[in-house]
């Protein structure tokens, strides 16, 4: 028997089933007369933002392959957006086969953005809509003008929709669990939210790292405070957490009227105190 050859077949057909579940695409996009190949093409179940009783499809079509996370929801694709800008359509359907909602992205845009939403002018014309399948083509007759950005497209696609998890925050927590509340990385991060809701900017300036505490020396800061106290998240309670050396990580969860956010803080122990480092904080819409 070829082991090499045996090797390669075997090699072969995991990248042909890799290829498989991104689907089927043909099409591109022309963007301020730059054409890009669109070589890959993933759809997922999404509820319709019209009618949360009701079902939809969200497909897209790039020219990169994207990590499964990236589907999740529409934060998810922004920060992939972020980390990585692409080329590509995405677009959803409703349960009656309509085109809901339509970006763009592009890096070949003239203004500082790499996105942008159009929907309305586009044809689709469906060859299957079903709970686990989505096929048929996307197109604009006529080249569309977004404030000066030229843009046109054509894409046929023949995708599987698959329902895509969001992964699990605490398969990222490290070291020592901490208990209910975060033990003492806890109780400093709610002291921080109380000195910043109280609107103390010099006992916040204390709670936060060293390498945060310029942020505070920036001119426009007392500008800006105002809004960062509104946005900051309501109702704040510590879910999880786990202390790795002079790092923790906790993880909260947050309700303010119909949404609900996520967080993960890292906290930095410096002189023997905790200290907020970092926040990110996701919201969904009940």
């Known amino acids: 028997?070829?082991?090499?050859?045996?090797?390669?077949?075997?090699?072969?057909?995991?990248?042909?089933?890799?290829?498989?579940?991104?689907?089927?695409?043909?099409?591109?996009?022309?963007?301020?007369?730059?054409?890009?190949?669109?070589?890959?093409?993933?759809?997922?179940?999404?509820?319709?933002?019209?009618?949360?009783?009701?079902?939809?499809?969200?497909?897209?079509?790039?020219?990169?392959?994207?990590?499964?996370?990236?589907?999740?929801?529409?934060?998810?694709?922004?920060?992939?957006?972020?980390?990585?800008?692409f080329n590509g359509i995405e677009w959803l359907i409703n349960d009656e086969k309509r085109v809901v909602g339509l970006s763009i992205h592009s890096t070949n845009l003239k203004k500082k953005m790499d996105q942008f939403s159009s929907v309305g002018e586009e044809k689709l014309d469906l060859d299957a809509q079903t709970p686990t399948h989505v096929a048929g083509r996307l197109y604009l007759p006529k080249q569309g003008d977004f404030f000066d950005e030229k843009y046109q497209y054509d894409i046929k696609f023949d995708v599987p929709v698959v329902a895509v998890k969001a992964p699990d925050p605490k398969a990222d927590l490290k070291g020592t669990m901490l208990p209910a509340g975060g033990g003492e990385p806890g109780k400093?991060?709610?002291?921080?939210?109380?000195?910043?809701?109280?609107?103390?900017?010099?006992?916040?300036?204390?709670?936060?790292?060293?390498?945060?505490?310029?942020?505070?020396?920036?001119?426009?800061?007392?500008?800006?405070?105002?809004?960062?106290?509104?946005?900051?998240?309501?109702?704040?309670?510590?879910?999880?957490?786990?202390?790795?050396?002079?790092?923790?990580?906790?993880?909260a969860e947050a309700k303010d009227k119909n949404e609900t956010s996520t967080g993960k803080i890292t906290m930095v122990r410096e002189a023997g105190a905790w200290k907020v480092a970092k926040e990110d904080w996701k919201s969904r819409s009940e």
């Open 1 to 85: 028997m070829d082991t090499r050859r045996s090797l390669a077949a075997l090699l072969l057909l995991l990248s042909t089933a890799a290829f498989a579940d991104t689907g089927k695409v043909d099409g591109s996009m022309t963007v301020n007369g730059k054409t890009t190949k669109l070589k890959y093409a993933y759809a997922v179940p999404r509820k319709d933002p019209f009618d949360k009783t009701k079902n939809a499809t969200f497909v897209i079509a790039t020219d990169v392959e994207l990590p499964q996370t990236a589907l999740v929801d529409d934060m998810s694709m922004m920060e992939a957006t972020m980390n990585k800008p």
């Open 188 to 251: 400093a991060y709610e002291a921080y939210r109380k000195v910043l809701l109280a609107g103390n900017i010099p006992a916040l300036r204390k709670s936060v790292s060293k390498d945060r505490q310029a942020d505070f020396d920036d001119p426009d800061f007392k500008k800006m405070f105002p809004l960062i106290q509104e946005m900051a998240p309501k109702n704040v309670k510590i879910t999880a957490g786990s202390i790795d050396g002079d790092t923790a990580t906790l993880l």
